[in-house]
């Protein structure tokens, strides 16, 4: 192997967050650092105070007569199509026309000479409506006759109902798990630029700039060519941006074209929180069939989700939810199905993980099911059902796991984490501790790498070599914090054989790569590290086939290195050999492209091979509770996870820690409440309780497994980092719900739902002892 240690930032190194400093001093600028031209506008969404109704009338003139107000949209002002579903299901109005359905749905939108005049002035508007029935949850909403939003999906393979009837042990059971916000710390925001014809440019935080553009023309009724959306980076993203944005990218270029001047539109939290929408929760329905030594032999579930008043991306969360619902295990006979409920409430959509979350835990609380039924560890149980071996590697979909290293990462971490010791250590502290219980757990993760939508898995970049040597880099994934900028240029650095500092990272456009894909499905490095390695590798060609005829050297003695370039005995600087190439016509530009091969989906048979690779890790917590008040620390975290070989591992490290600390409070803190009239309770900060620096385990130990590559044709053999380590997170609702059965000395799964907040943990332990009693 070449050594690379002579340039900096070379791939599978250590490499600080190019824009680290900025984020840390305040210089790094967003979306509403921009300076605003001279007479730009502000708007603000004016929104229902009512669940779901017949709209009569819409008496707007108190609102337009307000003091500093331009001007007012509606339904009527849009002279495109009043749509912006990212399916196209033809569901989501940027203002509706006759019905209000859910609490806090925008029906209008003012526009003002400030931000506060606007928001102001949109609580002066008088809405006469007719109340409706509704129903705010899937369980409601199927006992109510709402429909799917979207055609729900069944897995299946083998014969459930034979392999159910043949096995001696069964188990029934229902959970229900909950949603959760993004709270990025940068909110919505978009702001937008009249051009001249149908032409406008918007600043938007968005992770999808492609669709946000197709939204913004499909509502202006212009062609896409009309519109660019740009992104410099944003401040948290976690699939909140992905398609939640088109509606303020709308409205700001709606108004913006409507008075020929700038517009921007920034929600306050408070509206942020009510009118976008959140990770689905779910009701989960499962049965297990097995045998005396805990070997799972049918399992069935039906998977039903809020989903919302539209569609959004609730085919596709809800799809991955069942791809995931084996997690690392293998069901000889299963089916599962999916029920995608229309409700009344906003439509939830992509947050990290997106379904998969759901699914996995799932599949852990059946193990944990087993484990208690037949009084085991089940960590045992978990590693008895683990896919491998003969006939033990289909999943539900049909694809073959092939590249199943969990027996060798679980089995480190087992050892590392002194599991088993910890185990006998908290079973022996929990028979004489009468007020405080401790609680272990060490859970897998298996999650599939690549968009279900097989189309989605192509990426562009640009690369331009400039004539004094300085490199610019723009691909299609956006910049949300989580390093893909950096990792990008990493890999661009170390094709050219540069030092990364020659290389400018440059915002996001629709003008320079088209019709991307949405930064999601912790995709963003696979795709674009390709597409640009893509672009180099036609710079390269062209450069090392005029350095072989200029010196007559066969194209072999050409060699990049060290900011160098070797041509047969001769030496050049990058720079003096750019420039020669240069004065000698040599193109010094390329667009990358790249697809994901080997990948195929038939959602109509439920078989296919849908991901490239599985990444892997695991996850050993420790807990303790207070059986007097529920409340409970997390006292040590182990974690080790599979990257394969890491682009940068520093980052990664951090993705992981993160990532881990999301899915914790996902399952422990972060609840999400609506009251009776469908209003949502939980929609500021005061309200809704994200994991503190406080919430951390006191002991925090996390290890990448270094010695994995993928076995896939990777960008760097690397795997994806985003998603796969937030449901490592679960060891500690697992941890949580071993701490509970202690009180009723595990004679009982105590069948917590999430999230486990210290209301849930203190009623389950109420709950187990009266049992006992």
């Given at each position: ?16 967050h ?6 840390v ?7 509403d ?39 007012v ?14 399916t196209?299901?033809?569901?989501e109005?940027v203002?509706p ?17 400030s931000?506060d ?9 008088k ?29 299946q ?15 029934k059971?229902?959970?229900t ?29 968005t ?26 980076r ?17 409205v700001?270029?709606?108004a913006a ?12 939290r ?8 959140k ?7 499962y049965?297990?069939?097995?045998d ?7 399992v069935g ?13 609730s ?10 619902a084996?997690?690392?295990?293998f ?9 995608p ?45 683990f896919?491998?071996?003969a006939?033990r ?32 250590d ?17 859970t ?18 640009l ?10 880099l ?11 900028n ?32 949405a ?15 893509n ?19 066969a194209p ?9 370039v070797?041509?047969?005995?001769e ?5 003096a ?12 530009s ?10 195929h989906?038939?959602?109509d ?20 509770i ?5 409340e409970?620390?997390v ?31 996902w399952?422990?803190?972060e ?14 900060p005061s ?6 620096a406080s ?20 960008i760097?053999r690397?795997?994806a ?16 719900s071993m701490?509970?059965a202690?009180?009723?000395d ?28």
């Amino acid at each position: 192997m070449k050594d690379l240690t002579t340039i900096t930032g070379a791939a599978h190194t250590d490499r600080i967050h190019d824009s680290a400093a900025k984020h840390v001093t305040g210089r790094a600028d967003y979306t509403d650092d921009i300076a605003l031209p001279e007479g730009a506008l502000h708007a603000y969404l004016g929104v229902s105070d009512v669940t779901h109704a017949r709209i009569n009338s819409l008496d707007l003139s108190a609102v337009r007569a307000a003091p500093g107000v331009v001007g007012v949209l509606t339904a009527t002002d849009i002279p495109g199509v009043n749509d912006i579903s990212p399916t196209h299901q033809n569901d989501e109005p940027v203002f509706p026309t006759d019905l209000i359905q859910f609490h806090g749905q925008p029906l209008f939108a003012v526009v003002a000479e400030s931000r506060d005049i606007a928001r102001r002035a949109a609580l002066l508007a008088k809405i006469d409506a007719t109340p409706l029935p509704h129903a705010l949850d899937p369980i409601a909403a199927q006992e109510a006759g709402y429909p799917h939003v979207t055609a729900p999906l069944t897995l299946q393979r083998g014969d459930l109902d034979a392999g159910m009837a043949a096995a001696r042990n069964h188990l029934k059971g229902r959970m229900t798990v909950g949603g959760q916000d993004h709270m990025y710390l940068e909110g919505q925001i978009a702001c937008a630029i009249p051009g001249e014809d149908d032409d406008v440019i918007v600043y938007s935080s968005t992770q999808h700039p492609s669709e946000a553009q197709h939204m913004v023309a499909q509502v202006l009724g212009v062609p896409s060519n009309a519109v660019v959306v740009n992104v410099r980076r944003m401040g948290g993203g976690f699939g909140g941006k992905e398609s939640q944005m088109n509606l303020f990218a709308a409205v700001a270029a709606l108004a913006a074209k409507k008075w020929g001047r700038a517009v921007k539109i920034r929600p306050d939290r408070d509206q942020d929180m009510t009118a976008t929408g959140k990770r689905h929760d779910f009701v989960i329905d499962y049965e297990v069939g097995f045998d005396d030594a805990g070997r799972i032999e049918a399992v069935g579930g039906t998977f039903a989700a809020r989903c919302g008043f539209s569609a959004d991306l609730s085919g596709p969360v809800t799809d991955r939810a069942l791809f995931h619902a084996d997690n690392a295990y293998f069901y000889p006979h299963v089916r599962l199905s999916s029920r995608p409920m229309k409700t009344n409430t906003v439509s939830n959509t992509a947050f990290r993980g997106f379904g998969g979350p759901q699914g996995v835990i799932a599949a852990e609380r059946i193990i944990e099911e087993i484990a208690y039924a037949t009084g085991q560890d089940p960590l045992d149980v978990r590693k008895a059902n683990f896919y491998g071996g003969a006939g033990r590697d289909l999943t539900p979909y049909h694809q073959e796991v092939t590249d199943n290293i969990l027996d060798r990462l679980v089995t480190e971490l087992e050892e590392s984490a002194d599991y088993r010791q910890r185990r006998a250590d908290i079973l022996a502290y929990n028979l004489h501790s009468p007020v405080l219980k401790k609680g272990i757990a060490l859970t897998p993760v298996k999650f599939g790498i690549s968009f279900t939508a097989t189309w989605y898995n192509q990426a562009g970049a640009l690369v331009h070599v400039y004539n004094d040597g300085s490199i610019h880099l723009n691909h299609g994934g956006t910049e949300m914090g989580q390093g893909l900028n950096t990792k990008v240029a990493q890999v661009v650095a170390e094709a050219f054989e540069v030092d990364f500092e020659r290389i400018k990272i440059t915002k996001t456009t629709t003008e320079k790569v088209p019709n991307t894909s949405a930064t999601a499905a912790s995709s963003g490095t696979d795709l674009n590290g390709m597409a640009a390695l893509n672009a180099v590798e036609q710079i390269k060609a062209r450069l090392v086939d005029f350095a072989a005829g200029h010196w007559q050297v066969a194209p072999e003695a050409v060699r990049f290195e060290a900011n160098q370039v070797h041509i047969g005995t001769e030496v050049l600087s990058f720079d003096a050999f750019i420039k020669q190439a240069y004065l000698a016509r040599v193109q010094l530009s390329a667009a990358g492209f790249y697809k994901t091969p080997d990948i195929h989906w038939d959602r109509d048979k439920g078989q296919g091979r849908p991901f490239y690779y599985f990444a892997y890790g695991a996850s050993c917590s420790e807990v303790t509770i207070d059986t007097l008040t529920g409340e409970y620390r997390v006292d040590r975290t182990d974690l080790l996870h599979d990257v394969g070989r890491s682009l940068n591992p520093v980052l990664d490290r951090g993705q992981v820690e993160g990532a881990f600390i999301q899915g914790m409070g996902w399952l422990t803190t972060e609840e999400l409440w609506w009251d009776d009239a469908g209003r949502l309770r939980t929609h500021a900060p005061s309200t809704y309780k994200i994991p503190l620096a406080s919430d951390r385990p006191r002991v925090f130990n996390v290890n990448l497994a270094d010695w994995s590559e993928n076995r896939e044709l990777t960008i760097k053999r690397s795997k994806a980092v985003g998603e796969p380590p937030f449901m490592l997170g679960i060891s500690v609702f697992e941890a949580l719900s071993m701490a509970v059965a202690s009180v009723a000395d595990y004679r009982e799964c105590p069948r917590l739902d999430a999230p486990a907040t210290p209301e849930r943990v203190l009623m389950a332990v109420d709950r187990l002892r009266r049992g006992a009693a």
